[in-house]
Antibody, heavy 120, light 113 residues
């Protein structure tokens, strides 16, 4: 069955970096666009970034543009999110989600999330 | 960015009674292909979001038929015909047609009275 498993979260100081991973299984990883969505403690869902199925395009939320980089390694069935210059506002659970949409975004599977805490 | 506005934000419901959540978008979610792209998710406490409805009214695989979606243009509704205990959680609408960014509603917390 389709699984997405995030890892790499933890506690990090403001200004430092962290890289999240999302391992996919149970499907042909290279056929799908993938997104990161985050959720600050007690708050709603915030879209973060997307990478096209072939890695040709990436888009970011304004709140992370220039600091975060989304990438993928299809040989490892893994999605990444490199997060630099972290601030306390980046504290959240980070989810990866698979997109099966053609015309519009359509999330069909989500990972369980990994918690990033930015604190001094 | 398209703003998604949900109401109510808190919804206490008696078991077995119906529930209804509204979602309004700041722009029409009708695509040039004629379809309208609005999704609903439920997030139970401590869990990741689960897709419920796509393209306004289509239930995802495994979603009970007591869940239904309706609406058009900028106004949408998620209805639960008879609330069960397992329906507790936060419900989000989402648009993925005018993106980036993908945008979500603020969430509606459904609880049992």
């Amino acid at each position: 069955q389709v699984q997405l498993v995030e890892s790499g979260g933890g506690v990090v100081q403001p200004g430092r970096s962290l890289r999240l991973s999302c391992a996919g299984s149970g499907f042909t990883f290279s056929n799908y666009g993938l997104h990161w969505v985050r959720q600050a403690p007690g708050k709603g869902l915030e879209w973060v970034a997307v990478i096209w199925y072939d890695g040709s395009r990436q888009y970011y939320a304004d709140s992370v543009k220039g600091r975060f980089t989304i990438s993928r390694d299809d040989s490892k069935n893994t999605l990444y999110l490199q997060m630099n210059s972290l601030t306390v506002e980046d504290t959240a659970v980070y989810y990866c989600a698979r997109d099966i949409g053609v015309v519009a975004v359509h999330f069909d599977y989500w990972g369980q999330g990994t918690l990033v805490t930015v604190s001094s | 960015d398209v703003v998604m506005t949900q109401s109510p934000l808190s919804l206490p419901v008696t078991l077995g009674q119906p529930a209804s959540i509204s979602c309004r978008s700041s722009q029409s979610l009708v695509h040039s292909d004629g379809n309208t792209y609005l999704n609903w998710f439920r997030q139970r406490p401590g869990q990741s979001p689960r897709p419920l409805i796509y393209r306004v009214s289509n239930r995802e695989s495994g979603v009970p038929d007591r869940f239904s979606g309706s609406g058009s243009g900028t106004d949408f509704t998620l209805k639960i015909s008879r609330v069960e205990a397992e329906d507790v959680g936060v419900y989000y609408c989402m648009q993925g047609i005018h993106w980036p960014p993908v945008t979500f509603g603020q969430g509606t917390r459904l609880e049992i009275k």
